[in-house]
């Protein structure tokens, strides 16, 4: 069985992109009355320029119940029109094992995402549940693309293997399942230096990487950086670059789509350069 | 107005008890089939005897839409029957900007919790949306209950304010609100003497402290370790020993009762030999 992380990577590759679709919509920026057409409007113009598409569970929590099954029926459209597409589910839970059991629960049983984004601030209990899951999998909340993320994680650690950012030392956490590859992490593209040292540091996990676009990220660049030795091993994504790229309810699906593309194509660009990693590493 | 830490002393005071019940139902443990009707029982058997409810959102979540239809109308339930007890919302959420205020949304205006457990390793930009409801609140996950806690929360950091490990270092984060007095701090029980470090580094936050009874905290020192000068500052949270204090579908609502008494009287007899940041103080 492949893992879900080859499973991802395969997709992009047969789809040509490395592009994600965050399907984070809020009633007053949606340019038509019902959202869950909208949200199925973006996945059937988006789904042939990327692999994969996540979710963000606070704007669906935030429309209250009904909210919830609009995220329910945006999961099955996406399973009925993209079969081979990746879905993320994006709730950045974390609790202890009782409670990340039940999370864990209702990432893969309920809402049926293949890939959940969750924090390890409370450590390995915390991560467990959700490894009982083989064909799924985790991003673990790592290097985050906000500007207060250095609050906590820029944080210096010195400790036994020298000085390590909090960051670095959660990805060091990931790594202790590195073996049943199904760990990634979050990795966030606007602290370009520190995703390069991320990925030089950590070669195996897959990383999501947030924040191109609307949050200053440089897509090209974070493709290169991003990328493990064969190329592969990362998605970038986009929400509201894509899903608001035109508020004009006649059109807002064709702009989505184009956002998608020149996202896929400067990521494209990115990878044809080659990505750091392996340079380095044939120079050297 | 009272400020909502404020309220929850204030609750605390009147009903002559520190204790959250915390509301945590898997179908598969509960001794009736009605969930909400279990819920709805645990809250009338207890009401008189404790001061808070926490709801845990991961068990909602993971029994999919109709858990979220439960978990809104225990909290009607709640409000119903036990208008002065403050609700804890447990859902732990954290995120950048946008989408922490989607969250907070949800948290307060949606499923209409009082107070909020939230993360912050993303740093202040995921805090700052829930301090935009002032007669709300929310409790920082700062020092957690369970094992592997120790995994990122323990690691020290070299400041240039001395030695402190992390989770000291995310209470100083929410010491950066302490004048909004709607910051409080997880802190669990299991550690006594991180529980009674931060209290003495950090006298103003309100503390939430879980992890007693199965998860092996000691209440009646945990009370005297968290609470503050003034004897209050603090709420213990117990959910499995109550809730599922007897197994028996005749008795468990008394049995819960019985057990939330039990916690109130071990707290309360720690109170009565004082806190011991007050006793300390007065030494001085």
Redesign the interface.
Known sequence: MLTMFERLDAAAAKMGSYVCVGL?P?PDRVPIDDVLAFNCAIVDATKDVVSAFKP?F??Y?????PG??IL?KTIQHIRDVAPGHVIIGDG?????????T??A??MF???DVDIATI????????VEPFLQYPGRGVYI?CR??????????D?????SDGKKQ?FD??AD?ADRWSGTENVGLVVGATYPDDLRTLRFRHPLPHFLIPGVGA?GGEAEESARAGSNELGGGFVINSS?DIIYASHNPEDFDVAARSAAEILRNQINDGLKKGSIISQTISIE
């Open positions: 984070d809020t963000q606070a704007y929590e935030a429309m209250g119940v919830m099954v329910e950045k839970r974390g609790d202890i094992l009782t409670t990340a039940a999370y629960t209702a049983e309920v809402w924090y390890a601030y409370q450590g390995s209990d915390s909340v985050t693309s906000n500007p207060s993320s250095r609050d906590i994680q944080l210096v650690i010195d400790g909090v030392r959660v956490l949050q509201r």
